[in-house]
């Protein structure tokens, strides 16, 4: 593909990474993949990608090299060490980490970056798997002014709100203040759908009038079906709400912010995963709620 637009590698290729990479393709990037997975670097391929065979050689010429894992310690994996992406990636290149880890990690991984005249933004995304598919994300950007332009239109092929928020780290910091608004709003509905089936209520319809009105959400437009068909196929899986839990509660120390409601939730989250249902999507706080009100899960 000959096009003026800059190349691209894409390191991560799960639920978020494999839709937003497509998703770059349709608008006309040049994209080359590298995941651990390679029936996922083979769907990015026959999307009309390019499959790298390790992180050295998808980086090698890229102009930006974005990357979306699970947490610090692979973002941390991938890009440090001779085979990272530091090491590998030409100078000049900008490194756009849209993982969601913790604050400090991005703004460790920016000091070390620029002694390799690589620059750095944190572009966590909040969404979900749907919004990564309908290319509709809010994307909470952390570094340079100059970067965050120059890395406007590729982030505008992703999502819809796009917003930069402050210095590196900020995005992450502002994604962590989002899995805490998501967690206690998952958990308030799934108090409120308990109470309605224990009282014989129509519970689609009760769900329906609820988000016409203030108690209305994104949360609730979003797993309103996940609620009623008890689906918890996930989307967004609990393990990883789990760590984005630690990570806003530990922020929030480290601040002096006290978050007396969300500290419940996070240990609801925790339990949760402790009765082994991390893998499925967070909706299923639900799960934990009947449990709490004597329903066989």
Known sequence: MSNNLPKVAWIGLGIMGSPMSENLIRAGYD?????????????????????ASSIADAVADADVVVTMVPASPQVE????????????????????DMSSITPQTSVDLAGNAR???????????????????EAVLSIMVGGERADFDAAGPLLEALGRTIVLCGPHGSGQTVKAANQLIVAVNIQACAEAVVFLEKSGVDLAAALDVLNGGLAGSTVLTRKKDNFL??????????????????IVTDAARDVGAALPV?????????????????????SALLRSVERLSGAQV
Do not use: C, W
């Not at 994996?77 to 756009?96: T, V």
């Not at 002694?115 to 598919?133: F, H, M, N, W």
């Open 115 to 133: 002694d390799k005249g690589i620059r750095v933004l944190d572009a966590p995304v909040s969404g979900g798997e749907a919004g990564a598919v």
């Open 262 to 282: 969300g500290t419940v939730v996070a240990q609801l989250v925790a339990s949760l995963r402790a009765q082994g249902d991390g893998g499925l999507d967070h």
């Open 31 to 51: 994209v080359t993949g590298y995941t651990l997975e390679q029936d996922k670097i083979d769907r990015l391929v026959a999307a009309g990608g390019k499959g």
């Open 229 to 246: 068909k008890r689906d918890f196929a996930p989307g967004f899986r609990i393990d990883l709400h789990h760590k984005d839990m630690g």
């Open 77 to 96: 994996a991938i890009a440090y060490g001779p085979e990272g992406i530091l090491e590998n990636a030409r100078r000049g290149a900008l490194l756009i």
